[in-house]
């Protein structure tokens, strides 16, 4: 398949547009692209649109981008609002002085329902299943996008939103690939919801440096996770894994319904990673290729705000790409706004890993929620 292209024309005129990666940010960039008017393919290697994970934590600066796409009540309908506490090990609640809901209230949306309302937002004919970009040429006036296929797509602009192991990363930035995290895994799954709090434990804090507690989904579903750093040795199940690592959020009774719910959970139910961080990038642009969410800036998920984040640069390239100016000029402007902003997120996620307790925890963690509320970007800067 060869996609004609014409040169690059800001403003109100047409670009041709090849996505990388049908995951959130993708389709998020797909569908807030073709709003703009330009035309838009997303290539994605799975056979179906579909999402690796079990729910995704978007804040109030995310869902302002898909109140743009005309999508945020749907998103929000099948979301379940959180009002985020912290624990100790016995269940002792604890929240940071000085900071109060607008902090602490985030939604939680099942990835599954939350991609196919971005797919049927851009068209299904827009995406292209079973494929995956594997490179790109620069052409001068353009960039042809390569495919496992041996196919190539002709485009003004290659979005590599394709994750930790972008292969659009790959080409952009030789020798830039994810990097383990520590020793740190991460244990989730979603079940059926039970007689376990309807609130909550979001987030526990114990010992050894492990995480996590679980959380009610829409449509009677609850997800659990936990995680830790430097894990050691595994052995066992992942069941059995995780399992371990939920004894140390549990103490005098306390998270009984997390253990039993991890006990309950069949075993092919239950994901398990090892955290993968992206490293700092000497660029995230060419004069038509620009990298977007995980692909430029994996995060751990310990600040649970990794998908917030990559749906914060949809709105910040969207609102580069329909300024006055080149394509070139407009991606730079993009990597000098998102560039700088990711060097606070990473010295906060610094911080917020290496908390002590769930008191320490509470405050730094309010303190990166609060400044990445009110200093988030917008179209109109």
Same mark, same amino acid.
């Given at each position: 398949?060869?996609?004609?292209?014409?040169?690059?024309?800001?403003?109100?005129?047409?670009?041709?547009?090849?996505?990388?990666?049908?995951?959130?940010?993708?389709?998020?960039?797909?569908?807030?692209?073709?709003?703009?008017?330009?035309?838009?393919?997303?290539?994605?290697?799975? #056979?179906?649109?579909?999402?690796?994970?079990?729910?995704?934590?978007?804040?109030?600066?995310?869902?302002?981008?898909?109140?743009?796409?005309?999508?945020?009540?749907?998103?929000?309908?099948?979301?379940?609002?959180?009002?985020?506490?912290?624990?100790?090990?016995?269940?002792?609640?604890?929240?940071?002085?000085?900071?109060? !809901?607008?902090?602490?209230?985030?939604?939680?949306?099942?990835?599954?329902?939350?991609?196919?309302?971005?797919?049927?937002?851009?068209?299904?004919?827009?995406?292209?299943?079973? !494929?995956?970009?594997?490179?790109?040429?620069?052409?001068? !006036?353009?960039?042809?996008?390569?495919?496992?296929?041996?196919?190539?797509?002709?485009?003004?602009?290659?979005?590599?939103?394709?994750?930790?192991?972008?292969?659009?990363?790959?080409?952009?930035?030789? !020798?830039?690939?994810?990097?383990?995290?520590?020793?740190?895994?991460?244990?989730?799954?979603?079940? #059926?919801?039970?007689?376990?709090?309807?609130?909550?434990?979001?987030?526990?804090?114990?010992?050894?440096?492990?995480?996590?507690?679980?959380?009610?989904?829409?449509?009677?579903?609850?997800?659990?996770?936990?995680?830790?750093?430097?894990?050691?040795?595994?052995?066992?199940?992942?069941?059995?894994?995780?399992?371990?690592?939920?004894?140390?959020?549990?103490?005098?009774?306390?998270?009984?319904?997390?253990?039993?719910?991890?006990?309950?959970?069949?075993?092919?139910?239950?994901?398990?990673n090892p955290i993968l961080l992206v490293?700092?990038?000497?660029?995230?642009?060419?004069?038509?290729?620009?990298?977007?969410?995980?692909?430029?800036?994996?995060?751990?998920?310990?600040?649970?705000?990794?998908?917030?984040?990559?749906?914060?640069?949809?709105?910040?390239?969207?609102?580069?790409?329909?300024a006055d100016g080149d394509l070139a000029?407009?991606?730079?402007?993009?990597?000098?706004?998102?560039?700088?902003?990711?060097?606070?997120?990473?010295?906060?996620?610094?911080?917020?890993e290496f908390a002590a307790d769930a008191?320490?925890?509470?405050?730094?963690?309010?303190?990166?929620?609060?400044?990445?509320?009110?200093?988030?970007?917008?179209?109109?800067?």
């Amino acid at each position: 398949m060869d996609l004609d292209t014409s040169g690059f024309r800001q403003g109100e005129k047409i670009m041709r547009v090849v996505v990388a990666g049908g995951g959130l940010v993708g389709l998020t960039a797909a569908a807030a692209l073709g709003r703009l008017g330009h035309e838009v393919t997303v290539v994605e290697q799975a #056979p179906e649109i579909r999402a690796a994970g079990a729910g995704i934590g978007l804040w109030e600066n995310a869902l302002r981008e898909f109140d743009r796409l005309g999508i945020g009540a749907a998103v929000r309908a099948v979301g379940h609002e959180i009002d985020a506490w912290f624990f100790d090990q016995a269940g002792r609640p604890v929240r940071a002085a000085g900071y109060g !809901d607008y902090e602490h209230r985030f939604l939680l949306v099942p990835r599954p329902e939350l991609n196919v309302l971005l797919a049927d937002a851009i068209g299904l004919q827009r995406i292209l299943l079973g !494929d995956r970009v594997t490179g790109f040429t620069e052409t001068g !006036d353009g960039v042809r996008v390569l495919l496992e296929s041996g196919r190539g797509l002709e485009a003004d602009l290659l979005v590599g939103a394709d994750g930790v192991h972008s292969k659009v990363r790959a080409a952009l930035v030789p !020798d830039s690939a994810a990097r383990r995290h520590s020793g740190h895994y991460a244990w989730r799954a979603v079940v #059926p919801a039970g007689a376990e709090r309807p609130e909550g434990t979001v987030l526990t804090v114990g010992r050894d440096r492990t995480r996590g507690g679980y959380s009610r989904l829409s449509g009677d579903r609850t997800m659990w996770m936990v995680n830790q750093f430097e894990v050691g040795e595994l052995r066992g199940t992942p069941r059995e894994r995780a399992l371990a690592r939920a004894h140390n959020l549990a103490e005098s009774g306390w998270h009984d319904d997390l253990l039993r719910m991890i006990e309950a959970t069949p075993e092919d139910a239950i994901l398990e990673n090892p955290i993968l961080l992206v490293p700092e990038l000497s660029h995230w642009t060419d004069p038509h290729v620009v990298l977007i969410g995980d692909a430029a800036h994996g995060l751990s998920p310990h600040i649970s705000a990794g998908g917030t984040l990559g749906v914060e640069d949809v709105g910040v390239l969207c609102a580069c790409l329909s300024a006055d100016g080149d394509l070139a000029s407009a991606l730079s402007e993009y990597e000098r706004r998102r560039a700088e902003r990711f060097d606070r997120v990473r010295a906060f996620s610094t911080e917020v890993e290496f908390a002590a307790d769930a008191g320490e925890f509470a405050q730094r963690y309010a303190a990166f929620s609060h400044w990445m509320l009110t200093t988030a970007p917008n179209r109109e800067n």
